[in-house]
Structures are given as C-alpha cells and as structure tokens.
C-alpha cells in the first residue's frame, strides 16, 4: 500500500533552520505532485508548498516565500522541506502528501497523506 513517511521535525529556536523529508512508496512517485501541509493547534490544515513531478515547478504559500524551499529526488522517492529563518508561528505538525493532480490547489483530502512530523520553534 501507499506510505508517505515524513521525518526531520524537532524543536528548534527562532531563526533556526531545519530539513523535513518524505519518503514514499507503493505509488509512481515521479507522476505525483507532492506538497506540504501543517497544522498548528485550534486551526485548519493549511498548504505550504509544492512541487510538480519533475521538480520544474513549485509553489509557495506568501507566509513562508524567501524562507522555505521545496525539493524532490525522483531516484529516491523522497521529497524535502528545507526551512531556514524560522518562527514561532511556523510551529504545527507538518504533512506530506501526494496528488496526481497539477498545482498547489489540486490536493484532496482523499489524496495520499503522511502521519505528519511536529516543528516547534521556540522564541
């Protein structure tokens, strides 16, 4: 079955930097868009970033632009969250998930999703 594995969270102090990862398996990883959620405490799942299956393109949420950076290896099945210049309110469980649909806004609760990685970012 299909997995998405992320890894990488932790705790961190404002202005730190951390690299989450997501490793899949059990789908075509290279004809998948893949992207980033998080949720902090009391609020609604929100988009972070993503990037299309051959890497050509990605996308940003406006809070975390200059700041985060989104990579995939195809041979490795596995895409990454580079967070640099981080702050408090960066502070939720980050989600990977996976979508054959093109662009930031083509993710489905019934896409494939990990069990998510806690960041905290302490001031």
């Known amino acids: 079955q299909v997995q998405l594995v992320e890894s990488g969270g932790g705790l961190v102090q404002a202005g730190g930097s951390l690299r989450l990862s997501c490793a899949a398996s059990?789908?075509?990883?290279?004809?998948?868009?893949m992207g980033w959620f998080r949720q902090a405490p009391g609020k609604e799942r929100e988009f972070v970033t993503a990037?299309?299956?051959?890497?050509?393109?990605?996308y940003y949420a406006d809070s975390v632009k200059g700041r985060f950076t989104i990579s995939r290896d195809n041979a490795k099945n596995t895409v990454y969250l580079q967070m640099n210049s981080l702050k408090p309110e960066d502070t939720a469980v980050y989600y990977c998930?996976?979508?054959?649909?093109?662009?930031?806004?083509?993710?489905?609760?019934?896409?494939?999703w990990g069990q998510g990685t806690q960041v905290t970012v302490s001031s």
């Open positions: 998930a996976a979508s054959l649909r093109n662009g930031a806004s083509g993710f489905r609760p019934n896409d494939y």
């Open positions: 059990g789908l075509t990883f290279s004809r998948y868009t």
């Open positions: 990037i299309s299956w051959s890497g050509g393109r990605t």
